[in-house]
């Protein structure tokens, strides 16, 4: 089985088309949202549906995820954000994957059709292609016993995925699969999509140097 495991805060405008798409797709999944204290109608919406287990937390993705992932049964643990659709096969895909493959991701793109944004997703696939290194809007997914010996997402405010990321391509190899999750462009046009790219080479680029993480405004959510 797989533990799909979302995180949302004050996600009522993105979170339905997650959803609708999530349980159409074959597979044997439980399907885990980890609420950081909405007060939109989020809470509303998953109320009203028996297939969910709804959780409750402080605000923080990272531990929204840990959380969720205590909770979960399956063998597989799925971490997907909430403004995210997963492709078709997914599940079935990943439940297919070889015992050797204990991690990884899928291929990214985003629902704009701007030059700007598919360049963002080019980079953003040739870099986890180099490095191995996933993101959270990537879907990444784990092995539980994996998760569990890794100790789970860091506690961090920012760069929570990332963090882990680096820590399973240490501990081993992640598979990327062939096909593509889509996440909602709304971030990157709101702000800008070449100011935003600048922000996320210079968010990296500081990383790599262990300097402070920079353009921090880059991660407040847009609802």
Not at 117 to 143: E, K, P
Not at 160 to 172: G, N, P, Q, W
Not at 197 to 205: G, K
Request: one cysteine or more; proline letters at 4%; aromatic letters at 8%.
């Amino acid at each position: 089985m797989i533990s799909v495991i979302i995180p949302v805060l004050n996600e009522e405008k993105v979170l339905p088309a997650t959803l609708q798409r999530l349980f159409t797709l074959d597979g044997d999944i439980e399907v885990i949202v980890v609420d950081g204290g909405s007060n939109d109608k989020t809470l509303q919406l998953l109320e009203q549906d028996s297939r969910i287990q709804l959780l409750h937390s402080d605000a923080g993705r990272a531990r929204q995820m840990n959380i969720g992932a205590g909770r979960a049964c399956g063998e597989w643990l799925l971490f997907l954000h909430a403004d995210t659709l997963l492709p078709d096969q997914a599940l079935t895909d990943l439940q297919a994957l070889p015992d050797s493959v204990q991690a990884g991701g899928f291929r990214h793109r985003f629902s704009g059709n701007s030059i700007g944004l598919g360049l963002v997703s080019w980079l953003h696939n040739f870099r986890c292609r180099c490095t191995r290194v996933f993101y959270g809007d990537q879907a990444m997914f784990i092995r539980k016993p994996l998760f569990t010996a890794l100790g789970g997402f860091p506690n961090e405010p920012v760069l929570e995925d990332l963090l882990f990321s680096e820590r399973i391509a240490r501990a081993t190899t992640p598979h990327t699969m062939d096909s593509y999750v889509v996440t909602d462009s709304r971030k990157f046009e709101q702000a800008g999509v070449w100011l935003s790219l600048w922000r996320v080479i210079l968010i990296l680029l500081s990383h790599e140097l262990k300097l402070p993480t920079p353009a921090r405004k880059f991660f407040a959510s847009v609802r």
